[in-house]
């Protein structure tokens, strides 16, 4: 009979433990469908449901959970309207809306972990479909950006740099960001996705000092030395058994002196264990992308390839993001 209790209970507890998931279940469809933006002002379920072509009693029942959550709440004359909206993710529309990790977490991270048990039944890994995925990867990157870029910035006062090459740029945001700030300094972006590369290039047409090359960075030759070379958020994009060629390849390019400088979450580091060994969880369960570096296996490559660790700050301390910075001796 106890048995029987304790067991009833401890159901009970993975139940409760579930609860956080369903606001983020919630904000996402949310996000996803633009339907905060549709209950800004007081709106019928039925107006909302034909406004936006959508199944009415999903739409109802989304809006239940949306009041349980004080997401939403009922307005005069059967009417909902939004609560606490400071709260949800802002709309697509914007630049950098909270959506796009929602989005992230939904749809690759959360179906990348389920696969776990048919993945090691068949003894298999999936694809990292980056078609599908790399614009918003390369969007939620973004949200890191404003943390990591004073960073950055130390670094190109600090060496007095004149020359940036940004491997996996992504869109081209920290490109961007310096470019604001030295217009005259030479910069080039290499991307692999030929989407993103566009985007990257689009956003940066404005400047004459920049390049965003669309190549593989294994296969690129630069021209000429830099003085900094980024990798931001590249490292699980590198198989383990390339990352010393990897280094030697930045140590290469760059001038003498000249500085590494990599952000990255890491494996067992000393903040954010849970949030890292999540992301690995998830990376692993792909053929074409690989577990994040440690901080001992960094250090490794970088005595090898004769860089001196010059510093290795935590960004975001609970997600085990750091920012590490290299010096070619
Ligand atoms: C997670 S995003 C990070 C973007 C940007 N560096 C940032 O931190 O915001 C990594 C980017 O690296 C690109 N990438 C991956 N492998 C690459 C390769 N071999 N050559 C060039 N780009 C690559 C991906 O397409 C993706 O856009």
């Known amino acids: 009979m106890i048995g029987e209790m304790a067991k009833i209970w401890r159901a009970r507890t993975w139940m409760k433990k579930n609860v956080p998931f369903l606001y ?6 949310g996000y996803e469908l633009e339907l905060f933006e549709s209950f800004k002002k007081p709106a019928s379920i039925q107006q909302v ?8 009693d999903l739409l109802e029942q989304w809006v239940e959970v ?4 004080k997401h939403l709440k009922r307005a005069s004359k059967n009417r909902i309207k939004l609560k606490n909206g400071w709260k949800l993710p ?14 992230e977490m939904m749809e690759l991270h959360i179906p990348a972990l389920l696969s776990y048990p048919s993945l090691l039944r068949n003894q298999t890994k999936q694809h990292f479909n980056s078609d599908l995925h790399g614009s918003t990867v390369a969007k939620t990157s973004i949200l890191l950006e404003r943390f990591a ?5 130390k670094v190109m006062k600090k060496f007095r740099v004149n020359s940036v090459l940004d491997l996996g740029c992504g869109e081209g945001g920290y490109i961007r960001r310096l470019a604001d ?19 990257a290039r689009e956003a940066l047409k404005a400047y004459d000092n920049i390049d965003i090359l669309n190549r593989d960075l294994h296969e690129y ?18 198989d383990p058994s390339r990352r010393l060629q990897f280094f030697e390849k930045a140590s290469e390019w760059l001038d003498k002196k000249g500085q590494f400088f990599v952000l990255t979450p890491m494996q067992k580091s000393k903040h954010g264990k849970q949030f890292s060994s999540a992301f690995n ?15 001992k296996e960094m250090e490794t490559l970088a005595k090898k390839t004769g860089f001196k660790v010059i510093s290795i700050d935590p960004i975001v301390k609970e997600g085990g993001w750091y920012a590490l910075c290299f010096k070619k001796k």
């Open 90 to 103: 802002s709309s697509k529309k914007e630049a950098f809306s909270s959506g796009v990790l929602l989005k």
């Open 221 to 238: 030759e630069p021209d000429q030395a830099f003085d900094l070379i980024m990798a931001n958020n590249l490292f699980h994009y590198i």
């Open 24 to 29: 983020s279940w919630h904000a996402y469809v």
């Open 49 to 56: 449901a034909l406004a936006k072509n959508v199944e009415m």
């Open 281 to 295: 969880s998830f990376f692993m369960t792909f053929r074409n992308l690989y577990p994040i570096p440690s901080q």
């Open 66 to 69: 949306g009041i349980t959550l």
């Open 181 to 199: 700030r030295y217009p005259k300094k030479r910069m080039v972006g290499i991307e692999i996705h030929e989407g993103v590369a566009r985007e």
């Open 149 to 153: 870029f004073p960073k950055l910035q």
